[in-house]
T-cell receptor
Framework: AQSVAQPEDQVNVAEGNPLTVKCTYS??????LFWYVQYPNRGLQFLLK??????LVKGSYGFEAEFNKSQTSFHLKKPSALVSDSALYFC????????????FGTGTRLTVIP | ETGVTQSPTHLIKTRGQQVTLRCSSQ?????VSWYQQALGQGPQFIFQ???????GRGNFPPRFSGLQFPNYSSELNVNALELDDSALYLC??????????????FGPGTRLLVL
């Protein structure tokens, strides 16, 4: 069975500081990993994905994520946080087994403090 | 913004009623997936449609059903509504069901409240 864990329900960071939102996964086989962001009363917006290749993936709005196979992690990072980054962030995984669907974590609420 | 649209945006129903939610996929996308997002939770997969046929299903009872039309738009139908069906229902479209690396693009969702 596949699972995704986002160990922090809430992350607070000061504007201008680097931010990290953590994600670990458990799957059989090679994972395809995704990050989405959700603003209030909105759907999910795609940020980035890891399929294969370079472990450091760059995405939208200055976000990046590092795939670490040995630690089964895919943490989301940004060098300098903006107040507008405040939102709910979801990590998701998909594998080649079963239905072609995304399996999501429970989300991490990021608050960037001015 | 993605090209995925959903209607209605909000809906209030009473227990036992039936509801139909609609989704128009992004241009060129032939696969539609539906997810339920309960308050404070991550989205959970309901089912997926590809070329008008159900291509996979999550752990949801048969009273959750769907359709996909030739233009790849889709409907989610829920019969005999229960209070726990109150949630944000998200539709996502993608280009090709066989390409697991394809990104799913989400619509804004329909918020359903069951009283």
């Amino acid at each position: 069975a596949q699972s995704v864990a986002q160990p922090e329900d809430q992350v607070n960071v000061a504007e201008g500081n680097p931010l990290t939102v953590k994600c670990t996964y458990s799957v059989s086989g090679n994972p395809y990993l995704f990050w989405y962001v959700q603003y209030p009363n909105r759907g999910l917006q795609f940020l980035l994905k890891y399929i294969t290749g370079d472990n450091l993936v760059k995405g939208s709005y200055g976000f990046e994520a590092e795939f670490n196979k040995s630690q089964t992690s895919f943490h989301l990072k940004k060098p300098s946080a903006l107040v507008s980054d405040s939102a709910l962030y979801f990590c998701a995984v998909r594998t080649l087994t079963g239905a072609n669907n995304l399996f999501f974590g429970t989300g991490t609420r990021l608050t960037v403090i001015p | 913004e993605t090209g995925v649209t959903q209607s209605p945006t909000h809906l209030i129903k009473t227990r036992g009623q039936q509801v139909t939610l609609r989704c128009s996929s992004q241009s060129g996308h032939n696969t539609v997936s539906w997810y339920q997002q309960a308050l404070g939770q991550g989205p959970q997969f309901i089912f997926q449609y590809y070329r008008e046929e159900e291509n996979g299903r999550g752990n949801f009872p048969p009273r959750f059903s769907g359709l996909q039309f030739p233009n790849y738009s889709s409907e989610l139908n829920v019969n005999a509504l229960e209070l726990d069906d109150s949630a944000l229902y998200l539709c996502a479209s993608s280009l090709n069901v066989d390409l697991y690396q394809e990104t799913q693009y989400f619509g804004p969702g329909t918020r359903l409240l069951v009283l």
